[in-house]
């Protein structure tokens, strides 16, 4: 039921009103001064206010401004039995719902208290969904209790109370935009815009008037002024997404606009100012990207305010089984089955893989093992070939302090570089093709 608070001197005008608000099934409470009107208030869960102007210790002009600090929620509709321009020009800049003479505007009374009903409900409303956003990407949603794990959260949350641009590194798949919009719900920008963008998606042109925004008629297709990432996130936090990838030529203008605030819309020759907080993620090493001119090193010390590098899910053994039983409860509710149970051999096929494609890639098994399983245990017979016999290529066992298992990891770490690119893991390596295949095939590496 909807709660609305009459206040009002005249006793027989609030009794009157209270009788029409009533017979709409209203809740209705009352109050003749100020003070008790905002002791109500403070007891009461109160949806719309309805306020006389005069009132014996105080205007009511003034108290909507007190209404509106203390419960931002709550509507008022000020009453007023001379209606001058002036107060009503206050009362709406204080953030009144409606001013309106008393008598004159009787019959607009219930239409307009159902308006700002309206308003109410949207804007507790838009709240829950705030909330759901800022619960769904907290620190504490974050799965896993590994000791690398809480130290990378203890460092995020350290930054996310400063505007400290941050650089967020790690492999491809390890949650780098989960924690880049951790760290803005957990900062002072919370509320405002977080707006991410993935530099390797577009061309160069394209990527510019991404970032930059455009003018019309700035280029072909351009038909109308178009908003920039950069100005959408502007109060709030950018969030680049393989920054490595950026095009050289527009790593110089995101410099300039780290350092001043200022940018140009392509097509444009007036330059325009943009607070926001920037947090860059990639998968690359951007001081060895640097150090061979890849990468712009003026760029990358500005970036490198404050890493936090992620660590891969292979490092990350204890988290597996929480991260796996998250998944299986997703993924069941979304297929609408049953609630599923995990076989321990099904587990430990998990903790014993090495994970390249790190979180991502295991959200993606969990899911494909739901969809397949037939009864109510997932069983490690419904995994893939290469998680069920993970060294059935290579019987050999090898030391983790051997040369061999160096070569292995070595391998594995230019692939994830490559993103699979065999030709140019094999350059990378200085070794020919062949042989890459060959120690892909000796070490069991997919």
Not at 29 to 51: M, Q
Not at 120 to 149: A, N, P
Not at 267 to 284: E, V, Y
Not at 354 to 369: A, D, F, T, V
């Amino acid at each position: 039921m909807k709660n609305i608070l009459i206040i009002d001197d005249e006793e027989k005008l609030r009794g009157l009103l209270a009788r029409i608000v009533k017979s709409e099934g209203f809740e209705v409470l009352e109050a003749s001064d100020l003070k008790s009107g905002f002791k109500k208030l403070e007891h009461n869960d109160i949806d719309v206010v309805l306020c006389d102007v005069k009132l014996p210790d105080g205007n009511g002009v003034d108290f909507v401004q007190k209404i509106k600090t203390a419960f931002p929620l709550t509507e008022v509709i000020l009453l007023t039995a001379f209606g001058k321009i002036s107060d009503g020009v206050q009362a709406m800049k204080n953030g009144a719902f409606d001013y309106i003479v008393k008598g004159d505007d009787n019959d607009k009374i219930i239409p307009l208290l159902y308006k700002a009903l309206e308003k109410v409900q949207l804007l507790k409303k838009v709240k829950q969904l705030e909330k759901r956003i800022s619960d769904k990407y907290s620190f504490d949603t974050i799965i896993g209790k590994s000791k690398g794990l809480e130290q990378v959260i203890d460092l995020a949350k350290k930054v996310s109370k400063t505007d400290s641009t941050v650089l967020l590194t790690g492999e491809t798949g390890t949650g780098k935009e989960v924690f880049a919009q951790a760290i803005h719900e957990n900062s002072n920008r919370v509320g405002k815009s977080f707006v991410a963008l993935n530099c390797s998606t577009f061309s160069k042109e394209i990527l510019e008037s991404e970032l930059f925004g455009h003018k019309q008629g700035a280029f072909t297709g351009a038909l109308k002024d178009r908003k920039g990432f950069i100005e959408e996130a502007s109060g709030g936090t950018l969030f680049l997404d393989e920054i490595g990838e950026m095009p050289i030529e527009l790593q110089a203008k995101l410099l300039r606009v780290l350092e001043t605030n200022e940018y140009i819309p392509v097509g444009d020759s007036t330059p325009k100012k943009s607070n926001f907080r920037l947090i860059a993620a990639t998968n690359r090493n951007l001081k060895t990207e640097s150090e061979e001119h890849r990468f712009r090193s003026d760029l990358y010390f500005r970036l490198n305010i404050f890493e936090i590098t992620i660590p891969p899910l292979r490092e990350r053994i204890k988290d597996i089984t929480p991260l796996a039983h998250y998944f299986v409860a997703q993924f069941s509710a979304k297929t609408n089955k049953q609630t599923l149970t995990i076989d321990p051999d099904f587990l430990h096929k998990l903790e014993t893989y090495h994970w390249p494609g790190n979180i991502r890639e295991l959200k993606n098994i969990i899911e494909r093992s739901v969809i397949l399983v037939n009864g109510e245990i997932l069983t490690a017979a419904i995994l893939p070939y290469e998680m069920q016999h993970p060294i059935e290529k290579s019987t050999k066992i090898i030391s983790a302090f051997s040369m061999q298992s160096i070569e292995k990891l070595h391998i594995q770490k230019v692939l994830n570089y490559t993103k699979g690119n065999k030709a140019e893991t094999a350059r990378l390596l200085e070794i020919g093709v062949a042989t890459l295949y060959r120690k892909l095939d000796e070490y069991n590496i997919q």
